[in-house]
């Protein structure tokens, strides 16, 4: 029976992912809290919970700490910044 390694390698790679979000987060201002539409307010804890869940609120936190890290390497975040002085 063939592996698919592909897969594994995806699973892994998210779940690297997923880890890096929840490290970020434990170093935030663990008073901090975020308001995500309309899902309600949560805390530094119930956003750790929700990345390590998997859960929908949990992946857009994954989604905009990643789209963040992007626009941070390819220097976007610099250029915004820039154009607003």
């Known amino acids: 029976m063939k592996k698919n ?3 594994l ?15 970020r987060l434990k170093a935030a201002s663990s008073d901090f809290k975020v308001s995500i539409g309309g899902e309600g307010e949560f805390s530094q804890e119930d956003l750790i919970k929700n990345v390590e869940e998997g ?5 857009k936190i994954v989604d905009i700490q990643m789209e963040y890290l992007r626009d941070l390497a390819s220097g976007k975040i610099y250029q915004d910044e820039e154009r607003s002085l």
């Not at 859960?55 to 992946?59: I, K």
Request: hydrophobic share 30%.
């Open 9 to 23: 390698n995806l699973k892994k790679s998210d779940e690297d992912i997923r880890q890096l979000v929840v490290a």
């Open 5 to 7: 390694y592909k897969n």
């Open 55 to 59: 859960t929908d609120v949990g992946q």
